[in-house]
């Protein structure tokens, strides 16, 4: 009895062991089939968000800050709210090709640089639903300046690379900023 429990036991450990390897080699196979089906491909963009910094329709509304003191993009600890339209040209009426959606954060104590975590979501018919993540350390009065893409989605699926922004004052209180972005994505 006690044999036949053994032997059991040893059965059952095999397949188990042989069952786990099959996993390990199925975890280790099949991303790396998926990923490089499609070779690496390098895009670049440009777009233009088309910003109202203040007022009834501004693009950037400040949500929260440190109570008693002044909320405004040069203070510290100061939070905002984003979401301007993303277009194709310099011009306000060219074709719009998706948003500029994110929150902002006046995080360096002498108010220079803000921490962006900005979503680009397209609706162009090229990128229709695919987003890109933008995030790092926004230096607002440096122009260009330069931010980290760290991911994205649908067709920029495992992108990684740079965004640079400059800005380019177009009306009293309309300011047009041109971003160029390069992803590395497998598409
Ligand atoms: C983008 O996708 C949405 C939802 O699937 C669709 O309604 C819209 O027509 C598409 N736009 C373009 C430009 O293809
Ligand atoms: C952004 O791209 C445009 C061309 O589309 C180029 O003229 C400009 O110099 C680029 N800006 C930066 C900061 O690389």
């Keep these: 009895m006690a044999l036949y429990l053994k032997t059991n036991y040893l059965l059952s450990n095999t397949k188990l062991s042989l069952l786990l390897s099959l996993l390990l080699l199925a975890i280790f196979i099949l991303p790396s ?3 490089h089906a499609h070779g690496l491909t390098q ?3 440009t777009v233009y968000f088309q ?3 203040s007022g009834p329709k501004a693009t950037a509304v400040a949500i929260a800050g440190i109570p008693g003191q002044s909320w405004g993009f040069g203070n510290f600890g100061t939070a ?3 979401d301007a339209s993303m277009t194709e040209g310099l011009d306000k009426s060219s074709a719009q090709i998706g948003r500029g959606q994110g929150i902002m954060v006046t995080t ?3 108010g220079s640089s803000l921490t962006l975590l900005l ?3 397209f609706t162009n018919k090229e990128y ?5 993540q933008l995030q790092g350390a926004d230096h607002q009065f440096e122009n260009p300046r330069e931010v980290a893409v760290v991911g994205g989605t649908g067709k920029f699926r495992f992108a990684r690379g740079y965004a640079t922004f400059e800005a380019f004052r177009v009306g009293k209180s309309h ?3 041109r971003c160029n972005v390069t992803v590395e994505h497998y598409c």
Excluded: E, M, Y
């Design 108 to 110: 360096a104590k002498d």
């Design 80 to 82: 905002f709210s984003t």
């Design 33 to 35: 089939q998926s990923n």
């Design 51 to 53: 910003n109202r910094p």
């Design 175 to 177: 300011v047009v900023s």
């Design 128 to 132: 229709n639903g695919s987003t890109l």
């Design 43 to 45: 895009t670049k963009l």
């Design 119 to 121: 979503s680009i979501v």
